[in-house]
């Protein structure tokens, strides 16, 4: 009976290993099935790093994952403080901006939503003479122009005659309409709308699903909150949400 016993819990924990397992493998199938459309040839510019060269990707963006894992990078790191331990096969240094740095490589994409964060890892870089990738995974109209950095999510949109700075970060979905100017190192975040010729300046934060009416200007380091309608300027430095935004 014992034996019967100890052999049963021999069985259970070894399907439970199995279970673990099989989650395992479905977390893991996770990025390529919201990644499929996505692969270098779309996403990553031809004139930037060859592929079989190392890179570090910074980020925790299911498509960036894929693209890592298509382009042999050795390295992501989740700047996501949230996550801990290994992710989808990559190391994870949480926001820990020295441990990101630490890594020699020939490239970097930074979809690192912290604007300050992402400023300071580029720079850093960019004084090494790594180049930092542009992936562009939505869609950019041929009349506006982007500096090196740009990391475009899927479903964001680019119109005409726009002009983003450098280390841009777009996530999904989100829209700057004609005419517009999006300062360095700024981010949308997912759904963000900006509406025609609106200025954000350097390093501000337009969260998600907020809409910035026509003409307007955001001041540099501000930030806009989730769902917000801004409807006057922003000062430089500042925190509005809310409709209208205050
Ligand atoms: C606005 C924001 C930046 C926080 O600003 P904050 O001034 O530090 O706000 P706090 O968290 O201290 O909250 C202060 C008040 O504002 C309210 N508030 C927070 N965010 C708000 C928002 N987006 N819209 C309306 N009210 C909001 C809070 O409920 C709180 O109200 P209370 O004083 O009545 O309790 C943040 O809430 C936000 O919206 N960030 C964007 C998140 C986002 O888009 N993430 C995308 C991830 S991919």
Redesign the pocket.
């Known amino acids: 009976m014992r034996k019967k016993i100890e052999e049963s819990a021999v069985g259970a924990r070894a399907r439970k290993k199995q279970h673990v397992a099989s989650r395992g493998a479905r977390v893991f199938d996770l990025p390529t099935r919201y990644a499929r459309p996505l692969n270098q040839e779309t996403l990553l510019e031809r004139r930037k790093v060859a592929p079989q060269k190392k890179a570090i990707l910074a980020g925790a963006h299911f498509e960036m994952v894929q693209l890592a894992k298509s382009l042999n990078f050795d390295l992501v790191a989740v700047c996501d403080p949230a996550k801990t331990g290994p992710w989808h096969d990559f190391l994870v240094y949480g926001q820990d901006e020295e441990a990101i740095v630490s890594h020699p490589c020939d490239g970097v994409i930074l979809a690192i ?1 912290d604007s300050q964060l992402r400023a300071k890892v580029q720079t850093y870089y960019a004084g090494l003479g790594v180049e930092a990738l542009n992936v562009l995974g939505g869609t950019i109209d041929s009349s506006s122009s982007y500096g090196p950095g740009l990391v475009a999510c899927q479903m964001s949109i680019v119109t005409t005659e726009c002009t983003l700075g450098e280390g841009v970060r777009l ?1 999904v979905g989100a829209t700057v309409m004609h005419d517009c100017s999006v300062g360095d190192f700024t981010t949308l ?2 759904h ?1 709308l900006l509406l025609g010729h609106v200025t954000v300046e350097e390093e501000c ?6 809409t910035i009416l026509p003409g307007l200007r955001v001041g540099r380091g501000s ?6 309608v801004v409807t006057k300027d922003v000062p430089p430095g500042r ?5 209208p935004a205050r």
């Open positions: 939503d996530n975040a997912p963000a934060y337009i969260g998600a699903k907020a930030v806009v909150g989730a769902g917000a925190i509005v949400k809310g409709v």
